[in-house]
């Protein structure tokens, strides 16, 4: 279990290989990469610039991953978020849970993910192609895709 924040690109091949490499109970992986789109709104994008309030950051990520273990039964996981300035097609952030079992990793890494874009405390900002460029706000559909975790659900 870890989580890193900072400027570097991921290998994805390097980090899946630290969390799961010579663990033989792994039964299931899931990845999710998150990458600059070159549009946001209709509009031409040319790069994303990520901040991030040091030390608060990755605190908040280690107990969004603290709680994804109490929830499921994970094996390992790692959360590698980058700051900067990001062109389109460039990684933004990486999550990988491993398990004994696949619905525990792909709901793992579901979780991390909607935590992560609602509670992290990161700030994004969009440069336009018109020269223009703006703060990306909180999105309703990351908001409610997050507490869906905390409705109980039907089955």
Excluded at 9 to 31: Q, R
Excluded at 65 to 91: C, M, W, Y
Excluded at 121 to 143: C, M, Q, Y
Aim: charged share 25%; glycine share 8%; net charge negative.
């Amino acid at each position: 279990m870890s989580v890193r924040v900072g400027e570097a690109d991921f290998d994805v091949s390097a980090e899946l290989a630290a969390v799961a490499g010579k663990d033989h109970g792994v039964g299931g992986v899931a990845i999710f990469v998150g990458k600059v789109r070159d549009h946001a709104g209709g509009e031409k994008l040319t790069s994303m610039t990520l901040e991030h309030y040091p030390g608060m950051t990755e605190a908040e990520l280690e107990r969004i991953e603290t709680e994804a273990q109490s929830r499921f039964k994970l094996s390992g996981s790692r959360i590698v978020h980058r700051v900067g300035t990001l062109a389109p097609g460039d990684n933004i952030v990486l999550v990988i849970a491993t398990s004994p079992h696949r619905k525990d990793a792909f709901d793992a890494t579901e979780f991390l993910m909607d935590y992560l874009k609602t509670r992290a405390p990161f700030w994004k900002k969009e440069s336009l192609a018109n020269g223009s460029t703006r703060w990306v706000e909180a999105h309703e559909n990351d908001a409610l895709a997050a507490a869906a975790w905390t409705t109980p659900s039907a089955d």
